[in-house]
């Protein structure tokens, strides 16, 4: 069997590398910005799994899945891109047994996915970091809360008075709170104590009467069992969609480094490119 070398690639008498960098770089490089692109017009378009509203009332399964299924469609664009780039610009070596070819081919553009996501993976990880140091650096840990933004909302309305005095910090009675009400979403519920005490916090912040601080705070209860139930389905379905499309994408840079590789080398395509030669 013999494979039709392309005149313009050149071919190295020399032994052959098992990994050639340089493709391999540059598709992973080609495959991050592509990737970046495809996000930054999916968010603008509204393809995106978090809400804008605070409470997370206006979240559906049906956005969340469509934004999962745009996810797996970029990645397997972009990861296609450049696993072919890694593939096409790779040099191939006269010391290269001819059945290996495809195998190295495969492999660099496996190797570009596996670059593509460790830059994805930093970027994310970076621009997270940045954003919780910015706005949590001034403010102490008693006042702070996990509970905000996810129940922001719903700490509003727990504290809203009929009147209040201006500049009122409740800044400490917000995260504390607001870490009461995240135990509402654990398999035992809330402990009646801590309801008991979220309610006595409500009637001393508001001047509300007991009876109506009481029933203010069953209402911030059922809320944020709603709002932590609809944001715990919506991170399940954003994991999963990132899986699917980080599998997807191995498997379509493989077989794109493979396609770009048989263009190089002026090959048959697979029947599932079609038999057109270039």
């Known amino acids: 069997m013999t494979v039709a070398v392309d005149p313009m690639v050149p071919v190295l008498d020399a032994p052959a590398r098992y990994a050639s960098w ?3 770089i540059l598709g992973a490089l080609m495959a991050t910005a592509l990737s970046s692109i495809l996000l930054a017009f999916g968010a603008t378009i509204g393809l995106g799994v978090t809400s804008a509203a605070p409470t997370w009332r206006d979240s559906s399964a049906a ?5 999962g299924l745009y996810l797996i469609i970029q990645a397997v664009v972009s990861f296609g891109v450049g696993g072919y780039i890694a593939g096409r610009t790779r040099t191939v070596s006269a010391a290269s047994h001819v059945s290996e070819i495809g195998h190295r081919d495969g492999l660099h553009g496996l190797a570009a996915w596996a670059v593509a996501v460790v830059l994805g993976t930093l970027l994310a990880s970076l621009v997270g970091s940045a954003a919780l140091t910015r706005s949590n650096a001034s403010l ?3 006042r702070t809360s996990a509970a905000e933004p996810l129940l922001s909302y ?8 009929a009147s209040r005095a201006a500049n009122v910090d409740l800044a400490p009675e917000r995260a504390e709170a607001g870490r009461i009400l995240l135990t509402s979403s654990s398999h035992s519920g809330m402990a009646t104590d801590d309801r008991a005490y979220l309610a006595q916090m409500v009637a001393a912040t508001t001047g509300l009467a007991g009876p109506d601080a009481e029933k203010r705070a069953d209402t911030a209860i059922a809320n944020a069992q709603t ?4 944001s715990r389905r919506s991170t399940v379905i954003l994991a999963f969609s990132v899986a699917a499309a980080l599998l997807l994408g191995a498997v379509t840079a493989w077989a794109a480094a493979a396609a770009g590789g048989r263009h190089r080398d002026g090959s048959p395509m697979p029947r599932w490119l079609g038999e057109a030669t270039l």
């Open 22 to 24: 340089t493709p391999i």
């Open 63 to 67: 956005l969340a899945i469509l934004s």
């Open 140 to 142: 102490p840990a008693a």
């Open 154 to 161: 719903e700490l509003d309305r727990l504290f809203r008075p």
């Open 227 to 230: 709002a932590i139930a609809r």
